[in-house]
Nanobody, 129 residues
Framework: QVQLEETGGGLVQAGGSLRLSCAAS????????MAWFRQGPGKEREFAAA????????EYADSVKGRFTISRDNAKKTVFLQMNSLKPEDTAVYYC??????????????????????WGQGTQVTVSS
């Protein structure tokens, strides 16, 4: 089992920045990739960003590309989401996810919630206008 714990959420004004962290613990040796998803009020949970754990290559949803950056610290088993130029529509609960599956090159399957084995509890991000 892998446990994921997100931190760093909060309230920020539009145009501001926040940095989310997700610390992984437990049997992390088999982790192939990690991702951030988000779920806004009344919306379905959607993909935001992903990172291949060994290679460090990244993938982003169009809605966050150019504003968000996903990165990882292998030694600390932690993944980060730096969020800049935040907009009110970024308001959501942000979830960290991990997968032991090999998903291959970045494609639409990376954006599917069902591909991820483990999930954190989520952290609230609220962007005021």
């Amino acid at each position: 089992q892998v446990q994921l714990e997100e931190t760093g959420g909060g309230l920020v004004q539009a145009g501001g920045s926040l940095r989310l962290s997700c610390a992984a613990s437990g049997r992390t040796a088999g982790t192939n990739a990690m991702a951030w998803f988000r779920q806004g009020p009344g919306k379905e949970r959607e993909f935001a960003a992903a990172i291949k754990w060994s290679a460090g290559s990244t993938e982003y949803a169009d809605s966050v590309k150019g504003r968000f950056t996903i990165s990882r610290d292998n030694a600390k088993k932690t993944v980060f989401l730096q969020m800049n130029s935040l907009k009110p529509e970024d308001t959501a609960v942000y979830y960290c996810a991990a997968t032991e599956r090999y998903l291959g090159p970045f494609s639409s399957i990376w954006r599917q919630r069902g591909q991820y084995n483990y999930w954190g509890q989520g952290t609230q991000v609220t962007v005021s206008s």
